[in-house]
C-alpha cells in the first residue's frame, strides 16, 4: 500500500532476524510530498518521514 493511503489502525509486520516485529499506524500527517506515519508497538511509539508513493507492505 502506498504512505499516502496509510490510515489509523492499519496494521505493518516487520521479518528481523527471524522475529516478527508488529506494528500499529496510529497517525498519519502530510508534509508536503511527504508524509510523517507515527507507529505503535511493544516498544513503544515512533515516527518516520516518507514518500507519498512509498510503498509499505501494510494491511486493515
Not at 504512505?3 to 516485529?21: A, N, Q, S, T, W
Request: hydrophobic letters at 35%.
Amino acid at each position: 500500500m502506498k504512505v499516502k493511503e496509510l490510515m489509523p489502525g492499519d496494521r505493518i509486520v516487520d521479518f528481523c532476524k527471524g522475529d516478527d516485529e508488529h506494528y500499529e499506524v496510529i497517525a498519519v500527517r502530510p508534509l508536503g510530498h511527504r508524509f510523517e506515519v507515527t507507529f505503535r508497538s511493544h516498544r513503544g511509539e515512533a515516527s518516520a518521514h516518507y514518500n507519498g508513493n512509498a510503498y509499505i507492505s501494510a494491511f486493515r
